[in-house]
């Protein structure tokens, strides 16, 4: 990758063909565009310095975009090694300029990073010039925040720690990073972490991660879970997972997927998209749930509720999205069918135990084409494994498709301007934007789809308690 001070991306040559695509995202995106009509003349984010850690594709080129029109000036990095679309990071870092003079936004991100390089990366977008500190995190799944949060504790005590046996390859070359980055003494993380108004947390895991932090008292700065407004994790987990799980499948495999038998472990909002979608190509589809309700929930939507061990043997397709670890392991992979398809679309790669894979007697990893493995056991059988282990709706396809992302990332943006400009409204914790935010966000995509939305009167509304212009529900409603 071409990488000068100010940014790193693949090859800044497809910046017309990612504009262009960009330019058909924007028409998809009306929470985004609406965004920028009404914040035009306010600027909220003027004085905001926004350090953005999400798969860089067309559809967060359209966010991105949207923040710097709104005054804030970011730089940006993936959140997943396998999941930029260069010709989008190639247009957001060329901008209004050109490919030989790029004015646009520093982005650092190219599909197939390395550890090291990912880590580099996040490191960049924490790092701005001219001595200037980044005011507010934009995370998908927690790692900007993870990587601030142990740069000060390891500054406060001194040294980072050694790696040991049990550390994930991941963190180690995370401990490997900050090693060096300490060292050079580049950066003041104290003050950094202190100029920090908040973090906006896109993802399931990432808010899993923060609540911890929070619990233990270790939360540096406010955050706000844009994951469990409605219209995030109630849309893009579910409908999106439902479009872009078998696009991934498909363009990995191009097997047909209608006969099958898909198992999908979890049966959450990803879980129950991804269910959706495979049963709507004709797969027969079996959850696997540790939690009852969820389980009752799959049974009663129709569909066989197993053990894994039970069915590991005649299964043709496997799916992980759990947020949890060691779903599917090493032998129960060795059980498998001849070209079974086994794929992960939970946020991080240790759903799948691949360490334990690659450690079999005899096994044998061939590439197909990037982000699509066979491995093959002592035996001769083999597997088929998308994208390592790692979220294959984003390493194998092109993740969610706009609409959906317009309407997480509409959250996203009012939750950048909440923090930044109400800042004294959230205390140190993790907060959820407030109902008649999320409403705004699902009415202004409305229009677009010809909903016809009835209106209360105000008789109606009386009755029901509620005003005629919402909040509709009570903040325990599950929707
Ligand atoms: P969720 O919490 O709604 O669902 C996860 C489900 O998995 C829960 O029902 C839980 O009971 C179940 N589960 C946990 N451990 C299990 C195990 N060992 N075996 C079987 N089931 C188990 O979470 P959500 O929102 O569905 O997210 C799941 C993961 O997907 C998270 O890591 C999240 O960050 C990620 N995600 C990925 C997206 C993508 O585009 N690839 C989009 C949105 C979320």
Known sequence: PRTTPDFGVADLSLAEFGRKEITLAEHEMPGLMAMRERYAAEQPLAGARIAGSLHMTVQTAVLIETLTALGAKVRWASCNIFSTQDHAAAAVAVGDGTVDEPAGVPVFAWKGETLGEYWWCTEQILDWPGGELPTMILDDGGDATLLVHRAVEYTKAGAVPEATADTPEELRVLLATLRNNLAAQRTDWIALANAVKGVTEETTTGVHRLAEMARDGQLLFPAINVNDSVTKSKFDNKYGCRHSLIDGINRGTDVLIGGKVAVVCGYGDVGKGCAESLRGQ?????????????????????????????????????????????????????RMKHQAIVGNIGHFDNEIDMAGLARLDGIRRTEIKPQVHTWTFADGRSIIVLSEGRLLNLGNATGHPSFVMSNSFTNQVLAQIELFTRTDDYPLGVHVLPKHLDEEVARLHLDALGVGLTELTAEQAAYLGVPVQGPYKPEAYRY
């Open 282 to 334: 004709g797969a027969r589809v079996i959850i696997t749930e540790i939690d009852p309700i969820c389980a009752l929930q799959a049974a009663l939507d129709g569909y066989q509720v197993a053990r894994l061990d039970e069915v590991v043997g005649y299964a043709d397709i496997f799916v992980t999205a759990t947020g949890c670890l060691d779903v599917i392991s090493a032998e129960q992979m060795s």
